[in-house]
């Protein structure tokens, strides 16, 4: 059974710092791009940050130069460090294999940024 399991999200102030992680079963997360979702109230799900089995990192323009993505393959966890959080920020965030496969959605862990 794939399992991936988001934590680490919170309330933050706005230009504060967090840092996601994401614990997925070893059967999908050795061979596959892992990527960072988010969806805001109100929008469409949305991917902001993949990296591929090899490293490399893609990011969705608003979040470029603030947030980075990375992986620990001994502990099958990917992480999202954001830096400069902005309002605009505040979602659920959900990691997810790239593309995504509709079977492993977690339940997300929420960002809220506000003052």
């Known amino acids: 059974q794939v399992q991936l399991v988001e934590s680490g999200g919170g309330l933050v102030q706005p230009g504060g710092s967090l840092r996601l992680s994401c614990a997925a079963s070893?059967?999908?997360?050795?061979?596959?791009?892992m990527g960072w979702y988010r969806q805001a109230p109100g929008k469409q799900r949305e991917l902001i940050a993949v990296?591929?089995?090899?490293?490399?990192?893609n990011y969705a323009a608003s979040v470029k130069g603030r947030f980075t993505i990375s992986r620990d393959n001994a502990k099958n966890t990917v992480y999202l460090q954001m830096n400069g959080l902005k309002p605009e920020d505040t979602a659920v965030y959900f990691c997810?294999?790239?593309?995504?496969?509709?079977?492993?959605w977690g339940k997300g862990t929420l960002v809220t940024v506000s003052s």
């Open positions: 070893g059967s999908i997360f050795s061979i596959n791009a």
């Open positions: 990296i591929e089995s090899d490293g490399s990192t």
């Open positions: 997810n294999t790239v593309p995504s496969g509709k079977n492993y």
